[in-house]
């Protein structure tokens, strides 16, 4: 099968790899229909993580079922299926209490939870940016989508991240009905806390970002755009809240989190928002931030650690939630928001192309070039190879 395997930093080729295959009783073979380029696969593509060379990306994924284990009950081969960027295997503590975002079955390494596609440090697994995946637990991780599914790609590939991590961060930040919300970052995960916040009810979306292409997104659901390169978003967010802050907020940038020159800065998202949100406000922060960072500017950010305003922080009395969502906790009910039209999560999308223009595709996404806000790669399309 074909695949977008990871050469080194900021390489990746279209190459023939081993087919994904049933391996255990359990598992369902999907042929992959839709798999997205997600801001975290840049983590990796960039060299700024462990990712090793000869692997494949892709834990956005949907696609249609051609083959099940012996082992499965519930799904059909035939049946479109959106699959958790969380491999979770539904029985371990974690699991049994909802967070397969930390799963300790489906992760090989006994001081570690949680496992993915293709992703760095989450286990073995191949990705979906590939003609065929293997789904282990897959009566557990397939989620069957309804007739539509076929025509409305675009908005239901969305629930294999990044629709529930934006909505997992209003959770965390505990957004409710008439609240203000501030969200720091503008690209697909930014865009979708936007999105959930309006759901969940929000009287006012602020969106921090600079490019102009993400902001116009963010006006398109109804948020107020604020530019951090032409204002000072703290300040900006006060002043759009009588002086006293936003009731809660969410970090959807992470450990890359840069100035408008260019220069990163780790701390500044956080601290942004302590100085953002009211007293007793909440912050949910799915923006992914890791151990370590050798390729950081600075020392602290180097060793994981952030120059974090604890103080403030404590002095204000807010909470903070953190991590990675547990999409199965959120992604059926947010299927039916989707099928019965009260989400439309597709509007972020800005190119739809085959697999093999993946090289390309990386590229201009890593660039943040002007226009490339959501890339969605069809293996099956024309031109994507046999």
């Not at 637990?137 to 294999?160: H, I, K, P, S």
């Not at 942004?272 to 009211?278: I, K």
């Not at 370590?292 to 103080?311: H, I, M, N, V, W």
């Not at 509007?347 to 890339?375: C, M, N, Q």
Request: include cysteine; glycine fraction near 12%; aromatic fraction near 8%.
């Amino acid at each position: 099968m074909k695949a977008v395997v990871y050469e080194g930093p900021r390489q990746v080729s279209v190459k023939d790899v081993p087919d994904a295959r049933i391996e255990r009783p359990t598992d369902v073979l999907v042929r992959i229909t839709s798999a997205n380029i997600c801001g975290s696969d840049l983590h990796m593509y960039e060299g700024r993580t462990d990712f090793e060379p000869g692997r494949w990306f892709g834990h956005e994924n949907l696609g249609q079922v051609v083959e099940v284990g012996d082992g499965v009950d519930k799904v059909r081969v035939g049946e479109y299926v959106v699959l958790p960027f969380n491999i979770a295997c539904g029985h371990c503590k974690n699991c049994e209490r909802q967070l397969t975002n930390y799963c300790l079955t489906a992760q090989p390494e006994p001081n570690m939870a949680g496992a993915a596609y293709g992703f760095a440090d989450m286990g073995p697994y191949g990705g979906g940016q590939a003609e065929l995946l293997r789904v282990p637990w897959g009566d557990f991780n397939c989620l069957r989508l309804g007739e539509d599914a076929e025509e409305r790609q675009t908005d239901y590939v969305m629930l294999a991240d990044i629709f529930p991590t934006g909505y997992h961060a209003t959770e965390m930040a505990g957004v409710q009905p008439g609240d203000q919300t501030v969200i720091y970052g503008a690209g697909p995960v930014g865009l979708m806390a936007a999105l959930s916040a309006t759901i969940r009810g929000a009287s006012k979306v602020m969106v921090v970002d600079r490019q102009p292409d993400r902001l116009k997104l963010a006006e398109s659901i109804g948020a107020i755009a604020i530019d951090d390169s032409k204002v000072d978003p703290v300040q900006a967010v006060l002043d759009e809240t009588m002086g006293l802050g936003a009731d809660n907020g969410c970090e959807c940038v992470g450990y890359q989190a840069h100035e408008p020159d260019g220069q990163e800065q780790a701390d500044l998202t956080m601290n942004r928002l302590v100085a953002s949100v009211r007293f007793t406000g909440r912050i949910g922060n799915v923006g992914v931030f890791v151990p370590q960072d050798p390729g950081a500017s600075d020392e602290l950010a180097k060793q994981g650690k952030l120059a974090f305003d604890y103080g403030m922080f404590w002095f204000k009395g807010q909470h903070i939630g953190s991590g990675q969502a547990p999409v199965k906790k959120y992604n059926r009910q947010l299927r039916d928001l989707v099928a019965a039209g009260k989400a439309e999560p597709s509007f972020i999308v800005s190119h739809e192309l085959p697999l093999d223009e993946a090289p390309e595709a990386y590229e201009h996404f890593d660039k943040r070039d002007d226009g490339w806000t959501k890339v969605v790669l069809h293996p099956t399309m024309a031109g994507a190879g046999a």
